[in-house]
């Protein structure tokens, strides 16, 4: 019997819908970047780039190729991320807990929440209001962020233990799931 392929290890990075984030894109597909998802273990890099101005899709997949990764990218989904969120989650993986997320626009960030999956928020400061540094500061002080690439495993061990005190916890509530329960509110 023919050895089984090893198992894929996705990083998911969205952008949001409203605002080009170009840096994030490029800082995704920098070496330094990529050596880092492929230390830890990462096989996989999905970009969900909106509009970006510097996104090539033979340049990144030739940037992954170098570091052993394969990468794809798409502009949008006008449905919007859930679901490449929830397939991303388990594409072709032994455990569903081979996957992060980096993100920067609020709506993806409360998606990701809703999945309980590790992020890393990346705030787009040029935008008007920075609401999403805002946010991001206010999830980084719960502990519900994780602040670089080596940091997520510690996260993942947080959330799979949320809520403290050994209570049982739904699989893909959250953080988000868990305030609507204590506030009342039903689905």
């Known amino acids: 019997m ?14 949001g819908a409203t605002a080009p984030f170009d840096a994030l894109i490029a800082a995704s597909l920098s070496p330094p970047f990529l050596a880092a998802l492929r230390a830890a273990s990462y096989t996989d890099l999905l970009l969900q780039h909106g509009s970006s101005q510097v996104y090539n899709p033979a340049t990144a997949a030739e940037a992954g190729k170098r570091h052993g990764l394969t990468v794809r990218g798409f502009a949008f989904n006008r449905e919007g991320l859930g679901r490449e969120m929830r397939a991303a989650k388990a594409e072709g993986c032994v455990e569903a807990d081979s996957y992060l997320c980096l993100v920067a626009g609020s709506g993806s960030i409360l998606d990701a929440l809703r999945l309980a999956v590790p992020l890393i928020v990346v705030p787009n400061t040029a935008l008007l209001d920075n609401h999403q540094e805002e946010l991001a500061e206010e999830l980084a002080a719960q502990g519900d962020l994780a602040a670089a690439v080596g940091e997520v495993e510690a996260l993942r061990s947080r959330q799979k233990a949320w809520p403290p005190g050994g209570g049982v916890r739904e699989e893909g509530r959250g953080l988000i799931g868990v305030m609507d329960d204590e506030m009342g509110f039903v689905d």
Do not use: I, R
């Not at 392929?5 to 990075?13: R, T, V």
């Open 2 to 15: 023919p050895p089984s392929p090893p198992p894929k290890k996705l990083c998911f990075l969205t952008v």
